[in-house]
T-cell receptor
Framework: AQRVTQPEKLLSVFKGAPVELKCNYSYSGSPELFWYVQYSRQRLQLLLRHISRESIKGFTADLNKGETSFHLKKPFAQEEDSAMYYCALKRQAGTALIFGKGTTLSVSS | DTGVSQNPRHKITKRGQNVTFRCDPISEHNRLYWYRQTLGQGPEFLTYFQNEAQLEKSRLLSDRFSAERPKGSFSTLEIQRTEQGDSAMYLC???????????FGQGTRLTVV
């Protein structure tokens, strides 16, 4: 069965500290992986996807097929990064996303 | 706002009543998805449409749930004989093709009392 695991419910860091939000997945094929973010009182929105291999708002994520992981990283956290972050998997084109339970990132000064 | 629109934003209903939610996707998007989110959980897939065809339904979608997208534009999700366990945020998302970004609506929060 396809599954996305985010082991941390809450991650609290100080401004300027590095951040790593963990995501592991279970899927036998070649999935597409995403990170979605939800800021306070806003709708869920795409942060980045592994096929783009880009950095958005300083965040990057590398797909590690050997470890079945897609951890989200940022070298220097900002207070405006505080939000709920969801890792998600898509089995194949056009199908629905399978989400993890999410990690709340809290960045304080 | 030209994004995905969901109505109502909040719904409180008594157990046993029927409720219907509406989702208006981004106009050129042919794919539409419904998810349910409960406290402490990520969104869970319910069903999705390509144009007016309902292509996949999750096992979460019990017989009391039905979704339609009659003209391939807006969609409705109906829950019959609501139960307290149906209390959740119901999210709608749309996309324009297989590999493109899914855009989410603000959601409809259902409370069954």
């Amino acid at each position: 069965a396809q599954r996305v695991t985010q082991p941390e419910k809450l991650l609290s860091v100080f401004k300027g500290a590095p951040v790593e939000l963990k995501c592991n997945y279970s899927y036998s094929g070649s999935p597409e992986l995403f990170w979605y973010v939800q800021y306070s009182r806003q709708r869920l929105q795409l942060l980045l996807r592994h096929i783009s291999r880009e950095s958005i708002k300083g965040f990057t994520a590398d797909l590690n097929k050997g470890e079945t992981s897609f951890h989200l990283k940022k070298p220097f956290a900002q207070e405006e990064d505080s939000a709920m972050y969801y890792c998600a998997l898509k089995r194949q084109a056009g199908t629905a996303l399978i989400f993890g339970k999410g990690t709340t990132l809290s960045v304080s000064s | 706002d030209t994004g995905v629109s969901q109505n109502p934003r909040h719904k409180i209903t008594k157990r046993g009543q029927n409720v219907t939610f509406r989702c208006d996707p981004i106009s050129e998007h042919n794919r539409l998805y419904w998810y349910r989110q409960t406290l402490g959980q990520g969104p869970e897939f319910l069903t999705y449409f390509q144009n007016e065809a309902q292509l996949e339904k999750s096992r979460l979608l019990s017989d009391r749930f039905s979704a339609e997208r009659p003209k391939g534009s807006f969609s409705t999700l109906e829950i019959q004989r609501t139960e307290q366990g149906d209390s959740a945020m119901y999210l709608c998302a749309s996309s324009s093709g297989g590999n493109t970004e899914a855009f989410f609506g603000q959601g409809t929060r259902l409370t069954v009392v």
